[in-house]
C-alpha cells in the first residue's frame, strides 16, 4: 500500500492513472494487385473494407481518381508501429465504435466497444447485457461484436518500446487482409 502523506489516507493507484494507450490514428489498405498501402479516409470506409476483405479484395481502383501507377500513399517501415488486422472482422453495427488500444509495452491490442450512450463495453457479456438493457439497439447483431485483436508487426517496434512516449505513437489500420500501424 502507497504510504500516507500530509495525514491524509493513502489512495491505491487507479489503472485510468496509467499513460494512456496508443489508438489508430491512421487507416490504410493494401492493393491486392501492386502491394501499394494507400490511405483510408475513415474508420468506417476502412471497416467496411476489412469486413468485405475475403469476397472483394481492396485494389487502388476503389478509390476514387486512383491507380496501381500512383505512388504509394504510405510505406510500411519503421517510422511507425504498425498491426495487422485480421480479414473479415465484420463491420461495427451502426452506432457503435470499435476501438483498437496499443498496450505500453506493445504486446498487444485490446478491443473495446463504445457504445451510442459513451460506455466502453469489454467483453460479450458486457454487449449482451448492454442489449438487452436497453432494447432499442436489440438489432445489433451479437456476432458482428468481434474482440479478434490486429497482430502487431514485431518488425516495426521501437527498440526499446518501454522507452517509447505514447504521444510521440500514433497507431492507424490498414488493410492488406486488413492491417493497423502505430506511429513512433
Not at 469486413?51 to 472483394?56: F, G, Q, T, V
Not at 473479415?88 to 496499443?102: A, C, D, H
Not at 438489432?139 to 518501454?162: S, W
Request: proline share 9%.
Amino acid at each position: 500500500m502507497e504510504q500516507q502523506e500530509m495525514g491524509k489516507p493513502a489512495k491505491p493507484k487507479a489503472k485510468k492513472d496509467v499513460g494512456p494507450g496508443r489508438s489508430i490514428d491512421t487507416y490504410a489498405a493494401q492493393c491486392e494487385k501492386c502491394h501499394k498501402w494507400r490511405v483510408i479516409d475513415g474508420q468506417d470506409e476502412y471497416e467496411d473494407i476489412r469486413s468485405k476483405m475475403l469476397e472483394d479484395p481492396f485494389n487502388c481502383q476503389k478509390k476514387q481518381g486512383l491507380s496501381c501507377e500512383e505512388p504509394a500513399d504510405i510505406d510500411y517501415d519503421s517510422s511507425r508501429t504498425w498491426v495487422i488486422d485480421k480479414p473479415g472482422v465484420p463491420k461495427t453495427p451502426k452506432g457503435f465504435k470499435r476501438s483498437l488500444v496499443l498496450r505500453k509495452d506493445y504486446s498487444k491490442m485490446d478491443t473495446y466497444y463504445i457504445t451510442p450512450t459513451g460506455k466502453k463495453l469489454r467483453s460479450r457479456n458486457e454487449i449482451a447485457a448492454f442489449v438487452e438493457a436497453y432494447p432499442e439497439f436489440n438489432n445489433a447483431p451479437l456476432g458482428d461484436f468481434n474482440f479478434t485483436v490486429p497482430k502487431v508487426m514485431e518488425d516495426t517496434l521501437p527498440p526499446d518500446p518501454r522507452l517509447a512516449s505514447p504521444f510521440a505513437t500514433s497507431t492507424s489500420t490498414s488493410a492488406r487482409s486488413s492491417l493497423t500501424q502505430t506511429q513512433d
